[in-house]
Nanobody
Framework: QVRLVESGGGSVHTGESLRLTCVAS?????MGWFRQAPGKEREGVAAIDNNGRMDYADSLKGRFTVSRDNAKNALYLQMNSLKPEDTAMYYC?????????????????WGQGTQVTVSP
């Protein structure tokens, strides 16, 4: 397993943007972002493999963009036009492969999470 450290969360207002960063301690084939709001299950946000294949939760396409820098073992999530319903703890995850829809069971390594809070 690799160690994953997220950063970039914070408190913003509706319509603003945030960029999350995750740095891995080593190379991983697939990396993804999940989020979990209080009282809800952890849900997939986006994932990307080492060839640049990107996948998104259908409800987030167009507002969120996932990218990675393989040289830095880094994963990013650009979040635009944020809404209060985007409020959640956002987790970085890594694993050898994944299926769609994104599911936590496909990812074996997890970060501690970074909080995103969007107020009206």
């Amino acid at each position: 397993q690799v160690r994953l450290v997220e950063s970039g969360g914070g408190s913003v207002h509706t319509g603003e943007s945030l960029r999350l960063t995750c740095v891995a301690s080593g190379y991983v084939k697939c990396m993804g972002w999940f989020r979990q709001a209080p009282g809800k299950e952890r849900e997939g946000v986006a994932a990307i493999d080492n060839n640049g294949r990107m996948d998104y939760a259908d409800s987030l396409k167009g507002r969120f963009t996932v990218s990675r820098d393989n040289a830095k073992n880094a994963l990013y999530l650009q979040m635009n036009s944020l809404k209060p319903e985007d409020t959640a703890m956002y987790y970085c995850a890594a694993g050898p492969d994944y299926d769609l829809p994104l599911h936590p069971v496909d990812f074996s390594s997890w970060g501690q999470g970074t909080q995103v809070t969007v107020s009206p």
